[in-house]
Every structure is written in structure tokens, then in C-alpha cells.
């Protein structure tokens, strides 16, 4: 596996193993970063951000070996992060209850001063909150992750060459 073809560049094809060690990478890396934001500095999570153009090339390169437009990655992004944030409202009460009348606190600032107001909490409450929501956020991540991958993993593969380039049956294999 070349991990810059599989990682940065969305042209071409790659089979379900590729995919799937790509993924695992890519996972990999994000629970780093989001231990090093709760851990080291909130500015961490900015390195996130180069994450989202390699999981647009994993998932890009695996579409095409399902004879599909990446174009379909924006829908499966989108619910990726629309699952994980789902997932992180339901686990937050369960793994981290401590962090409920933070949050409660947050949500009536921004009813009673709007958006600024509510912002400016979450900015002087920052690190607490980076802190408190750290387990359920890692959990939603690796859950979303996990859908992810079944997802990939099981579109079918284009048995012949497509406009994409030629069948991965023979170079995804071990």
C-alpha cells in the first residue's frame, strides 16, 4: 500500500483492504490529535482540519472502485459528521453527567444573550470543556469511524477497469 496515493491524492481506485488500513490510519490519527487537544493544548484540534482531505481521498478512491462519483463523499461526510455529533449528544449525559450544568449554563447564556454571548462561554470555558467532553467526543469519533468502515468496506467493487482505472481485485489482495 502507498500511503501518500491511498491518503492524498482522490484519483484512482483502491479494493476494501486499502480502504480499510487507510481508514484505520486515519483513525489512528485522530485519536491522537483529540488526546493531545484534551491533553497538551485545545490548539491542537486545529491539525484536525488536513485530516479531512485525506479521509476525502480514502473514501474518493474507494467510490471509484465502486464505479461511483466522489462526489458522493460530501453525502457520507456529511453523515459522518452529523452520526458523530448525534452520537456525542447521546453518550455526553452518560459518560460525562458532570459536564451537563456546564452545558445547561452555556445554552441559557445563549438564549439570554444570543450567539456572542454563548460563544464567549464557550471560549472562557474552553479547556473544561475540551476536558470533561473528551471521552463521549472519542467514543462518537471511533463509533462514526467504525460506520464508516462498514460502509467502505462493503461497496462492491467494479470487477473490470472503469474510467478510473483498472480493477483492484489483483492489487488489494496480501
Known amino acids: 500500500m502507498d500511503i501518500s496515493h491511498v ?3 482522490p484519483k484512482g481506485r483502491i479494493g ?33 482540519y488536513p485530516l479531512l482531505w485525506a479521509y476525502f481521498c480514502v473514501l474518493a478512491k474507494r467510490l471509484h472502485d465502486a464505479g461511483q462519483t466522489a462526489w458522493f463523499n460530501l453525502l457520507i461526510l456529511f453523515g459522518f459528521v452529523v452520526a458523530s455529533s448525534i452520537l456525542n449528544a447521546v453518550l455526553l449525559p452518560v459518560l460525562s453527567p458532570q459536564m451537563m450544568p456546564l452545558m445547561t449554563e452555556i ?21 473544561q470543556i475540551a476536558r470533561g467532553t473528551a471521552l463521549p467526543t472519542l467514543a462518537s469519533f471511533l463509533l462514526a469511524s467504525a460506520g464508516l468502515a ?21 492489487s488489494d489482495a496480501s
Open 7 to 9: 491518503l492524498l491524492s
Open 16 to 48: 476494501p483492504r486499502d480502504f480499510l488500513r487507510g481508514l484505520i490510519l486515519l483513525t489512528g490519527a485522530g485519536t491522537v490529535i483529540q488526546v493531545l487537544t484534551v491533553a497538551a493544548s485545545i490548539g491542537a484540534a486545529l491539525l484536525q
Open 107 to 127: 445554552q441559557e447564556i445563549g438564549l439570554k444573550d444570543g450567539i456572542g454571548g454563548m460563544l464567549k462561554a464557550q471560549q472562557d470555558h474552553a479547556l
Open 150 to 170: 462498514l460502509i467502505g468496506a462493503r461497496l462492491p467493487s467494479d470487477p473490470d477497469a472503469n474510467v478510473h482505472g483498472p480493477a483492484t481485485h489483483r
